[in-house]
């Protein structure tokens, strides 16, 4: 899936929609286990090592469509910066392709702004089960919509959406160091073994590198994200930001470092290797 591919929007819906279930299944597990490593209440007030699942149903629910909705945009993207890059360079007789790694920044970025519209509410209902304040992501869920009479409608939506601006701060990082780095990792490969297909097993060691460096780098933004969707009360970023200084300095932003990037890492290998799979098994591009 080279960058001059032409992309298929069913392709790309699909393959995403795959890889985020997939992934978000099957590594459910350590996500819960970091979660409440970041939690303010503690690793073991927050439920420890027992109901790991706890919440997977607001996983199963939303991690389909916000991984969709990421490769349709990240794709079209990508595409539509490529093509307009090969004209302007065919017009003005220009070579090299020192723009795409800006492209595919630019492309992950807009990506993360359309999923975060599905992940997260689904992070907040999620996290919320994770953390043990509520049995279940549907009680969790339940909790939220019962504060329409006093919130409104619009109170109940911001809820629902509470650490968005930190969610996106965070993504949108994350993808940017990602996703460069897997697809210059796939065109080196290429250009080593003179094919234009990329395998899963490859796309998914690519992914899982690429994966490890953006998580270490971003997790005192994630452990900011979790402690904002987790108040009982809607904070402030910047106050939030200096209470966790004060209450456990520094440090507390690196909590969970090792199941994030453990869970990343793995993740990144699962959700760029099915991807690979599943877009080269519905395009009929080359090896699986």
Request: charged share 15%; net charge positive; glycine share 10%.
């Amino acid at each position: 899936m080279s960058s001059q591919t032409p992309w298929s929007f069913s392709t790309a819906l699909l393959a995403g929609g795959l890889a985020g279930t997939t992934v978000d299944l099957s590594l459910y597990p350590l996500d819960t286990l970091k979660t409440r490593l970041q939690s303010s209440s503690g690793f073991l007030a927050s439920g420890g090592f027992s109901g790991i699942y706890r919440g997977v149903g607001s996983a199963i629910v939303g991690s389909a469509p916000g991984a969709a909705l990421f490769f349709c945009t990240y794709e079209f993207s990508k595409s539509f910066l490529s093509a307009r890059r090969h004209a302007k360079q065919v017009a003005e007789g220009q070579t090299g392709d020192w723009a795409a790694p800006i492209e595919h920044m630019l492309a992950a970025s807009l990506g993360e702004v359309a999923a975060c519209a599905v992940r997260v509410p689904t992070e907040v209902v999620k996290q919320r089960a994770q953390a043990g304040q509520y049995p279940s992501s549907l009680f969790a869920l339940r909790a939220i919509l019962s504060q329409h009479r006093a919130l409104g409608i619009s109170g109940v939506w911001m809820e629902l959406y509470r650490g968005w601006s930190v969610t996106i701060m965070r993504e949108v990082p994350f993808t940017v160091i990602q996703f460069p780095l897997w697809e210059s990792m796939k065109e080196y490969r290429r250009r080593k073994s003179g094919r234009d297909a990329i395998s899963a097993v490859e796309s998914g060691l690519f992914g899982s590198a690429a994966g490890a460096i953006a998580a270490g780098i971003t997790t005192p933004l994630d452990v900011l994200k979790t402690r904002m969707m987790l108040a009982k009360e809607k904070t402030a970023m910047v106050p939030l930001l200096r209470q966790i200084l004060k209450d456990s300095g520094p440090r507390a932003f690196f909590a969970g470092i090792g199941p994030r990037v453990l869970w990343i890492s793995a993740g990144g290998a699962i959700f760029l290797g099915s991807y690979q799979w599943a877009y080269n098994s519905l395009s009929g591009e080359g090896k699986l």
